[in-house]
């Protein structure tokens, strides 16, 4: 049979003659279809167990002729091999599809999916950029159950190629996360992040500088100077984060209506909390009286820490800096006046139990934490209100002041 009847001139300027699809045969079953609107398609004719076929080769011009005799031969092949060229593609297409199915991307986004409903907002960024700056941009592509231990590694080590030690034991354990997803699901058999125990760079972790309870007077009386250098807000948020001791992240954030200054109760809703439970902290008398500091000048903001626009809270960094420069660089944190008020709050005799509740240290498990948040709350309440009377008494005297366990 003859074959290469067409030339790359007679492709381009052919059309339909006014039919509504004409058909220009190259041989061997490769025909240019034009259609009468002047779209033109390869399409490939063949006879398998004595029927008549036809297959899509592609679009004309981006299927060039040459390309289109280049699938055609490919094709035959296949027919001298007794095989069905449309079996064999929907075969391919439908392993592509699994493929894809089950690549570390789509299990990894999967798994995202399906935890982040447990986690907080910044927790959830933090994981999903780690995948997709990390992880995916290497291996997403692949198949969960293809990629080998040397692979995963080598994707890691990137990370500590410049230097991010920390980062890198991190993102390997989110990939072994995903890995036990795979297996629980029935897309891979191993979690290839066990066999890279002791593989990467050890990294000794940092606990968040805080100082010592000795030398919480002087930062107290540094930050009741602030207003002499820096704002007024600044200095009343470092004062309620030194009296009730949440999370920096969960105080820029607070909205005045989770405050019930009657009860003297703030109640910080369970999506702002790290362990995803509602949250209740006794407000002292002096944290009350920073509020109606801070309600004064909020300016109607919904947020008690409203930022330049007041429809935003202040940034993360706004008491860190001011840390900073009251001198406390590397010595002092946000975080770091949870741990000053443990150490000294367990020291003075307080229940160990009682101070956890209050840290909101657990409850992981949904059920019983919601039954919990109250739990403890006179403790906490009297707890609450000697520490911050020993706050203050620091603060006016240069001598420490003991804190004496409340009773009753």
């Known amino acids: 049979m003859a074959t290469n009847l067409l030339s790359a001139a007679e492709c381009k300027n052919a059309n339909s003659k006014g039919a509504s699809i004409r058909k220009l045969p190259d041989g061997d079953g490769l025909y240019l279809w034009i ?25 004309y011009p981006k299927v060039t002729l040459s390309d289109a005799r280049n699938k055609r ?7 001298q091999a007794d095989l069905d060229p449309s079996a064999e593609r929907k075969a391919t297409n439908l392993r592509k599809k699994l493929a894809a199915e089950n690549s570390f991307e789509a299990v990894g986004r999967e798994w995202y999916g399906k935890q982040l409903h447990t986690w ?25 159950d293809e990629i080998q231990a040397p692979e995963l590694l080598r994707t890691v080590q ?42 990467l760079t050890p990294h000794k972790k940092q606990h968040q500088a805080a100082v010592r309870p000795e030398e919480l007077p002087e930062l107290l009386c540094a930050i009741a100077r602030y207003d002499e250098t820096g704002d007024k807000q600044t200095r009343l948020a470092l004062q309620l984060l030194a009296l009730t001791f949440v999370r920096t992240n969960e105080l820029i954030a ?43 000048i909020s300016n109607s903001s919904r947020f008690v820490f409203p930022g330049r626009n007041r429809d935003k809270p202040i940034s ?64 906490r309440k009297r707890m609450m209100q000697a520490w911050a009377d020993h706050l203050e008494k620091v603060i006016r005297s240069s001598d420490v002041i003991e804190l004496h366990r409340a009773t009753g």
Not at 73 to 79: A, C, G, P
């Open 73 to 79: 031969d490919e094709l035959r092949k296949q027919l």
């Open 254 to 296: 607070a909205e005045w209506v989770e405050f019930d200054l009657n009860n003297a109760l703030w109640i910080i809703p369970a999506g702002r909390m790290k362990m995803k439970a509602e949250h209740v902290v006794p407000l002292s008398r002096q944290a009350i009286l920073i509020l109606t500091e801070l309600n004064e």
């Open 316 to 379: 993360n960094n706004t008491m860190l800096f001011a840390l900073y420069r009251l001198g406390y660089k590397g010595k002092m944190t946000g975080h770091g006046f949870r741990a000053v008020a443990s150490t000294i709050l367990n020291e003075t005799g307080f229940n160990p139990d009682v101070i956890e509740r209050q840290l909101a240290h657990c409850e992981r498990n949904e059920i019983r934490g919601a039954y919990n948040r109250a739990e403890y709350l006179p403790e």
């Open 120 to 144: 907080v907002p910044h927790h959830a960024s933090d994981v999903k950029r780690r995948l997709e700056n990390n992880i995916f941009p290497s291996i997403g592509k692949r198949s969960i």
């Open 158 to 199: 990137k990370i500590e190629a410049r230097g991010a030690y920390d980062l890198a034991h991190r993102v390997l354990q989110v990939c072994g996360q995903v890995f036990r997803y795979g297996i629980a699901t029935g897309r891979c058999t191993r979690n290839l992040s066990t066999d890279l125990r002791g593989a």
């Open 35 to 59: 259609y009468l609107d002047g779209r033109k398609y390869w399409r490939l004719r063949y006879w398998q167990a004595g029927k008549e076929k036809s297959l899509s080769l592609g679009v």
